[in-house]
């Protein structure tokens, strides 16, 4: 009765400890590597037909000049199966010690549980734990990108749209066309590639948008629109 309530009243505590890179398994940096990889290296890797990927770890020997990293490579602890349902719930690592962490993997993400969940309640509260340390990560990063997203945008729309060069041909087709000559005053120097419809106002670098304007014409058009 009495281990009963003390389950009941227990606080979880749950960690993100590390996260999934392709075939690396990359911890937290305030999370010592050998510690996870004590709890790794001692569990059986699974004995399904079907196993999932076999991940690593990079472990750093020494320290100053003379440290090394060394990789370890873990067997599969996972099935298929079992790495599928991690993307909508918690799969958890089989208990290596007794009252001690207990290892959980959702959405390419390693926790830990502290103490072992002990009954059903203390499981579902562990994976609801999970699911919401998970979950505000994404909402951060979907919230930090659509705030880089507007930010860029809004300098985007301030700079105006980008200028393409006339292309050559174009201006070759233009020169011919418009005779070498300002079609406003029909001056033969000085002359200037002109945007009929400005690239501002949406414009493009056709030949039926270009027309050969000197100088003094093209300041005083500005970016109106010609007629």
Known sequence: MWRRLRDRIMVLRVKQIAAIAGEEIITSPDRKTGDLLAILTNLEGTNDPRPGPAWK????????????????????????????????????????????????????????????????????????????????????IASLRSYVANVEAAISYQSGPKREPIPDDVKMLVWSRDGGACTRCSAKSDLHFDHIIPVAKGGSSIAENIQLLCKPCNLRKSDKIAF
């Open 57 to 140: 770890i990079n472990v750093t020997v020494g320290e100053g000049l003379a440290a090394r990293i060394i990789t370890i490579d873990l067997p599969p602890l996972f099935s298929s199966e079992e790495i599928h349902s991690s993307t909508t719930a918690p799969v958890f690592l089989p208990e290596v010690n007794d009252g001690g962490v207990q290892l959980a993997l959702f959405r390419e993400r390693i926790f830990s549980v502290e103490p072992v969940p002990r009954n059903i309640s203390m499981r579902e509260e562990a994976a609801l734990r999970i699911k919401r340390q998970a979950y505000a990560q994404d909402a951060e």
